[in-house]
């Protein structure tokens, strides 16, 4: 996990996407040493959830194939994947205009 440049957040529009295709970001990530989230999905919707701690999950509102909001936030999750096509992270864009590179873990 490293520190990615500084960018603004604003809010962004949903969309829809097929529910199958969220299945490719459920999975596990390291957001920063000792913290963990684990992304599942439920239903048509993805919900992010901190490992080991007894906080409510956030629910991700979709803004692009890819790109997802948090549910009545500005916090911003971009998934990237690799040239292979597999989801290896996400960038987490803070609305302080703070962004962390998430690693998802095997």
Not at 43 to 52: F, K
């Amino acid at each position: 996990t490293h520190w990615a440049p500084t960018f603004r957040v604003a809010p962004v529009a949903a969309v829809k996407v097929d529910p199958t295709a969220l299945d490719a970001y459920v999975g596990t990530y390291e957001v920063a040493p000792g913290y963990v989230e684990r992304v599942t999905r439920e239903g048509d919707h993805l919900v992010a959830s901190p490992v080991g701690q007894q906080r409510a999950g956030t629910r991700l509102v979709p803004t692009s194939a890819s790109s997802f909001r948090a549910d009545g936030g500005l916090t911003r999750v971009m998934f990237e994947r690799n040239p292979q096509g597999d989801v290896t992270g996400y960038l987490l864009a803070l609305p302080d205009g703070r962004s962390l590179v998430a690693s998802r873990l095997p």
